[in-house]
């Protein structure tokens, strides 16, 4: 069973008619994954419980909506996003390109030389825990590579964890979340959300709220109750999702996975098809359209509750 799996391959058989456990497990065990990822891209969220750390924009409002719901917890709300460290590459002669990349296991330092491009990973999250430790391997790197802490003094932000210059991608499976930063003889700076929020609320359907005045002063106006106006000026980390999938969504992935499977088991040949279990029959030139629609009529009903419809949001 996958982790986005909705359902149990039991829970699965149980909608699937005339189908003998154990005889085609592995096709069955597929078919839920693919459902499974189709019914989230339907209902534009996840559903099982999960931790996410997003980043966005401040919209002016009491409210900030967040991407996931129903809301477990929130772990933390940071704002203020400010440069805490500086890589340069000082050797321009030998270096014609020059830049930093921010991964989700640590720095990748690209430079290029007469036409050769050397990358460098070895300044790791897991192995230099502080921004302090990385700044301190990328000073022994040589070949021109430079870096510093920011700060008057320096333990301002070095004994800061490295991997919080990691944000990770709120949409597909990217692994990059700043640069690539050109640093040929300019300095790369890597930003970080550093202030705590505490003036906040959070309601369990999906949004934070401003609630109580006086308590950020480092924000623009911070007797009006709103988040400030901003470019992905808020680091929200919080857990969401159900902790157990509602037994609705858990039919309409059942179901849908018994219609797919029984499009896939016909024979070809035949002028009529008939499902079994949703009492449904298709004429030979009506099978195909079925597999091309986002969700059947039965499911889309069954899910209809859950679909969230997004509207002029500047989220994404």
């Not at 179901?255 to 004429?283: C, I, M």
Request: proline share 5%.
């Amino acid at each position: 069973m996958a982790a986005k799996d909705l359902v149990t391959l039991a829970r699965a058989e149980q909608s699937m008619q005339n189908y003998t456990p154990g005889s085609n497990d592995s096709v069955v065990s597929t078919l839920i994954t693919a459902v499974s990822e189709a019914i989230e891209k339907y209902c534009c969220r996840h559903f099982y419980s999960r931790s996410f750390d997003e980043l966005y924009n401040g919209t002016g409002d009491r409210r900030l909506v967040l991407r996931e719901y129903p809301i477990q917890s929130v772990q933390s709300v940071r704002y203020r996003p400010v440069t805490v460290l500086k890589i340069q590459n000082t050797d321009q002669l030998t270096n014609q390109r020059a830049t930093v990349a921010v991964t989700s296991t640590g720095l990748t330092l690209v430079r290029v030389a007469s036409g050769v491009t050397i990358t460098d990973t070895s300044s790791t999250f897991a192995g230099f825990p502080t921004l302090q430790g990385l700044a301190n391997n990328i000073n022994g790197l040589g070949n021109g590579w430079t870096a510093q802490v920011v700060g008057v003094n320096p333990g301002d932000y070095g004994s800061w964890p490295s991997a919080d210059l990691y944000v990770p991608s709120s949409y597909g499976d990217g692994v990059q979340s700043q640069g690539a930063l050109t640093a040929r003889g300019v300095f790369a700076e890597l930003k970080m959300h550093t202030y705590e929020l505490a003036g906040y609320q959070w309601d369990p359907r999906g949004w934070l709220l401003r609630a109580i005045p006086y308590t950020d002063p480092e924000l623009l106006h911070p007797e009006d109750l709103i988040w400030p106006v901003g470019i992905n000026n808020f680091r929200v980390q919080y857990t969401a999702g159900y902790t157990t999938i509602p037994e609705a969504v858990q039919e309409a992935c059942a179901e849908w996975v018994n219609e797919l499977y029984q499009l896939a088991a016909r024979d070809p040949a035949a002028k009529t098809v008939h499902l079994q279990g949703s009492g449904a029959t298709f004429s030979s030139h009506a099978v195909p359209r079925l597999a091309s629609l986002r969700a059947p009529d039965n499911v889309a009903r069954l899910l209809a509750p859950y679909r969230r419809y997004t509207m002029a949001t500047n989220q994404g």
